[in-house]
């Protein structure tokens, strides 16, 4: 009998990071993720999985594979993990800074708290640590956005993406509870 080869490829699509603002007056936060063969249609996607009815006005969406994603315990456990040997004589450039601060909140993983120049994205978290204006030792998950990678909703297609959601009432899964089938069972019998 001949050997047999399996050859196994990856065939899933790119995976984005999806961040959106429901006010003017909110940050952004990121809501989950999306699988797309380019930008546009992720952003399409990301329209179609999470606005469909709560409000927005703002979206972004980022390759996964360009987020620096680091948390508390991957940097106590690793000091040399900032260590930047790329950035030496590179140009800065702007890094949007996300953090997740409490373990309670599970529709929001991280919101956006500012932005920083720096020549990396681990550059520009050394620079967070380091820093006043970021509560370093309330962050659970930090995470480093380069600004060149985010594909952003324009303020012209807000009523093309956002508007036809906002007449819809949106409520969260847990507004409609759950009913066991043990539940169920005895219902059935109580009839």
Known sequence: MG????????????????FKQDTPKKR?????SVHAPDAELALQNARDVFVRRPSAVSLWVVPANAILMVTREELAANPDLLRDDEGNGSEERPFHIFTKTNQRRSMTYVQHVGTLEAPTAKGALHQALQSEAFDSDSV?????????QIIRSEDDDIDSLF???????YRQQTYYGFVSPRRQKRGRQEK
């Open 3 to 18: 050997n047999l080869v399996i050859m196994m490829t990856d065939t899933q699509w790119p995976r984005y990071e999806v």
């Open 28 to 32: 952004h936060e990121a809501v989950g």
């Open 140 to 148: 659970w998950v930090w995470w480093v956005v380069p600004e060149d």
């Open 163 to 169: 508007a036809p959601a906002v007449d819809k009432t």
